[in-house]
Each structure stands twice: as structure tokens, then as C-alpha cells.
């Protein structure tokens, strides 16, 4: 395989790895202080609300990271990282859907959300690339040296 081949695949991995982690530790913090009842009881709407909320956040950042560390088209990274979260959350959603763990739009919502919470974090990425080469570039695109 290509050095970029593996480059890119690192780059989706950190951001797969970055989203399991935040938002595992935030689990189990919110599980220990007591916002969340004890593991393996359900969850009402409000709960899953917040937990919804945090993910969405947590994956918009692990998107741009992997769209950060991409060797090229940072934003096909991030879709693809997106992708990879359509088919974790639905093996999770098979595997939860009867478990009585909380309300079941909360696992649809992780299917549904993947791609664009990855697309959001892929455009604020190359978003903050545009006033960088703005500055750096002329008219034409032609690099600008200084006076």
C-alpha cells in the first residue's frame, strides 16, 4: 500500500479512537457522579437528550481531527469517518434494540447523525484553511511575498 493509503487510515482511525474515547469517559463520569442511572438501567428521554448532545459535539471534533491529520481531501475523510460511524451505530442499534436501555430513537439518532455531524466537522476544518490561504495566496492563487 501507498504511504497516503496508510495516512489515510490513520487519520479515520484517530478520529474513530478520539470519539470512542471522549465519549466513553464521559459516560462513566456522568455514570459516577450520578446524572446517569447505574449501568445496565434504562434511560428517559432527557438523559439520552443529553447524551445526544455531547456525541454530537464530541463527533464533530473527531471529525475534524481526522480531517486534520488527512494527507489530501480532508473532507472525504471526514465523510468516510462518517460512514464508519453509520456502521458502528447500526451494529449497536441491532444489537441494543430490544435491551431496554432507553428511548430508541437515541440509537436511530447515532445512525442518522454520523454523516453530517462528520460533513460539520470536515467544513469547520476547511473552513479555517480558507482566511490561511487567503492571506498566503494573490489574486490568481500566486504565492504573495512579502515587501
Not at 434511560?43 to 464530541?58: D, E, F, P
Request: proline residues 7%; hydrophobic residues 45%; contains cysteine.
Amino acid at each position: 500500500m501507498k504511504k497516503t493509503t496508510w495516512k489515510s487510515i490513520g487519520a479515520v482511525g484517530a478520529g474513530v479512537l478520539a470519539i470512542i474515547i471522549v465519549t466513553t469517559a464521559v459516560d462513566i463520569v456522568l455514570h459516577v457522579v450520578g446524572v446517569y442511572p447505574p449501568m445496565g438501567r434504562p434511560m428517559g428521554h432527557g438523559l439520552a437528550l443529553l447524551a445526544s448532545a455531547y456525541r454530537l459535539v464530541i463527533s464533530i471534533g473527531g471529525a475534524y481531527l481526522t480531517a486534520r491529520f488527512a494527507p489530501n481531501r480532508p473532507m472525504r475523510h471526514a465523510l468516510i469517518l462518517g460512514c464508519v460511524g453509520v456502521v458502528l451505530g447500526t451494529v449497536g442499534l441491532i444489537a441494543t434494540w430490544n435491551a431496554g436501555l432507553g428511548p430508541r430513537w437515541y440509537p436511530i439518532s447515532l445512525v442518522v447523525l454520523a454523516i453530517p455531524q462528520c460533513w460539520v466537522g470536515g467544513w469547520l476544518y476547511e473552513a479555517n484553511l480558507r482566511p490561511q490561504s487567503a492571506q498566503s495566496s494573490g489574486p490568481n492563487g500566486s504565492r504573495q511575498t512579502g515587501s
